[in-house]
């Protein structure tokens, strides 16, 4: 058992309480021991007692065994901090991990339960740019983390491909393009021309009117022009799909706002009837100020459908299509009202499952001097992200490998392009707003993905020198980093579990990269195939095998490639 889970078993024993994942630390001075329990601090506040006082009471009452992980426990001002037998420990762990291989860290946690992970839903008609590449990221990296955990996990998306957007960029394609057609990226293209479409309506609103018509003919499903949506939409989904393939992000089902109109239409009418909601205005509302959520509308006055429309048949899909037992809507925190109105009127409406949905939000990308827009044409696209890093990326890969052919050097730069994109975006807190900074995308040294990829690189190198590993390896003696080193890797379990109920991706990057600069610690200080003692460099190649496992891992889950050299 790794030490933290050791640690919560002993220590929810005695206290019959569940220990929370942050009630355990790694206390940052090794005077307070290698592991530190805060739970007296909750329960003084709780009994209204004094920290240390419980603290001492709980650890009176622990019995340490032959096969625990710690030689000493040590209260300091309400803290129990948890000290190793350090050689036997890393032992332990070692060569649990040699026995384990690439299953360390796979826990039980999500007992097959099905959840669908909704993400990236980019418009058509639209640009898909770098706000749709973190969603992507995030979405794609928690859904591998959930899969990992053993929940069983449906990957949708969920295009917008219907609505004002559409309307406005049809409006100004059929107006001022007509017939055009770019010979490669006409999303892309597309997406010039919904921002050009913006500006002119802004610029003459009397405009608006025309774009209404549009709208109208689309949902009355006009024959002529639905042919040319039809083309449209597939130059955007077929630009999406290159992109996926690029960032290795695959989907299991595709659900479209243009097939969830007339589903969600008849569910407003329900709303009507049921008295939910009621006509204000020439329109369908759901009065939510009972709950401090505002006013929620369901179609415009003139029938049309709006983007809440499609989203109550859209849920009701989810779960009765595809019988899932949780739904994760991966969206941009602008949303957040909308989601709080939109959960509450289906649970209004009776249904059930409303409380097993949930809005993962997530924070703009921004520059540092404001807010990026599509409508003005402001936004970094994806290609634009990805065709410069790609050509740093080869660069670099060039100046250290002079002599590899053009078509693998093309090949490792993109895989570590792609790498720093993702790492880039995933390193943050969802909560926190991403200022970008092209320099700073640019760097592939310090807390980057290629650091992390080149740490696993240089792993494997050490790893195929010595050849086959043995299965079983010895510990007597171990260096302060080498401590660190699989004190580091041992929390990895705790922390799969931790990012499964907090759904915190942030935390994995944040993990790989400590590890990373550990494991170039111990890689500074102790020689590994030039080490001397036969039993204590088998213990160092255990060690590396084990980083290089743990490394690979969590970049797996992040969906970061490893390039063979870099
Ligand atoms: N396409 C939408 C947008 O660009 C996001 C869709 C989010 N998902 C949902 N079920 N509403 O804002």
New binding site residues.
């Given amino acids: 058992m790794e030490p933290i889970e050791e640690i919560k078993k002993i220590v929810g024993k005695i206290t019959k309480l569940e220990v929370k994942d942050n009630w355990i630390e790694v206390p940052p001075d090794k005077k307070f021991g290698d592991f530190s329990c805060t739970i007296a601090f909750d329960l003084a506040k709780e009994m209204k007692r004094n920290p240390n006082e419980i603290a001492n009471e709980i650890v009176k009452k622990i019995k340490l065994g032959k096969e625990s992980n710690f030689s000493k426990i040590e209260v300091i001002s309400g803290y129990i901090n948890f000290f190793l037998k350090k050689e036997e420990f890393c032992e332990n762990l070692l060569n649990k991990i040699l026995k384990e291989g690439k299953k360390f860290g796979r826990l039980n946690i999500g007992k097959r339960i099905r959840t669908m992970v ?1 993400f990236s ?1 980019p ?1 058509t008609h639209k640009a898909f740019h770098i706000g749709h590449l973190r969603n992507t990221c995030l979405g794609d990296a928690l859904s591998r983390i959930l899969e990992f955990a053993n929940f069983d996990v449906i990957r949708a998306n ?1 295009p ?1 491909d219907i609505g004002t957007h559409v309307a406005r960029c049809l409006w100004c394609y059929l107006k001022f393009h007509r017939g055009e057609e770019p010979k490669e990226r006409k999303g892309e293209w597309l997406g010039k021309i919904y921002a050009e479409a913006c500006k002119r309506i802004e610029e003459n609103p009397a405009y608006e009117a025309e774009v209404k018509e549009i709208l109208k003919k689309l949902e009355e499903r006009d024959k002529k022009l639905i042919n040319i949506w039809r083309k449209t939409r597939k130059w955007s989904l077929d630009d999406f799909k290159r992109i996926y393939k690029e960032l290795d992000v695959k989907f299991d089902v595709y659900f479209f706002e243009s097939e969830l109109e007339r589903k969600g239409k008849r569910i407003v009418e329900e709303a009507l009837k049921k008295g939910i909601a009621k006509i204000s205005e020439g329109a369908p509302i759901v009065d939510l100020s009972a709950y401090g959520l505002d006013v929620f509308m369901l179609l415009r006055s003139d029938g049309t459908s709006l983007y809440s429309t499609k ?1 109550l048949a ?1 849920a009701k899909e989810k779960f009765e299509k595809y019988k899932i037992k949780k739904s994760i ?1 991966v ?1 941009g925190s602008e949303q957040k009202m909308y989601f709080q109105q939109l959960f509450k009127t289906l649970e209004l409406l009776g249904f059930k499952q409303a409380s097993d949905c949930y809005h993962l939000s997530y924070e703009l990308v921004m520059f540092e001097s404001g807010k990026m827009s599509s409508r003005e044409g402001t936004v970094v696209l994806y290609d634009e992200l990805a065709d410069k890093m790609k050509e740093k990326a080869y660069e670099e890969v060039r100046k250290r490998n002079p002599k590899i052919s053009e078509k693998e050097a093309r090949k490792i730069a993109e895989i570590i392009a792609i790498g720093a994109m993702k790492y880039g975006m995933l390193k943050f807190d969802n909560n926190k707003v991403i200022i970008f900074d092209w320099e700073k995308m640019l760097e592939f040294e310090g807390d980057t993905g290629p650091y992390l990829q080149y740490a696993c690189v240089r792993a494997n190198k050490i790893l195929e020198k010595y050849g086959e590993i043995e299965n079983k390896i010895r510990c007597n003696q171990v260096e302060e980093v080498e401590i660190e080193l699989i004190k580091q890797i041992s929390i990895f379990p705790a922390l799969i579990k931790k990012i499964c109920e907090t759904y915190k991706v942030n935390l994995l990057a944040d993990y790989c990269y400590r590890l990373a600069s550990k494991f170039n610690e111990f890689y500074d200080k102790c020689p590994v195939l030039s080490e001397k003692d036969e039993e204590k460099k088998r213990m160092r190649i255990a060690i590396v095998h084990a980083t290089k496992l743990v490394i690979e891992r969590c970049l797996l889950l992040l969906g970061i490639k490893i390039p063979e050299f870099m």
């Fill in positions: 909704e839903q418009n969920y917008g989203d859209l809507y969206v």
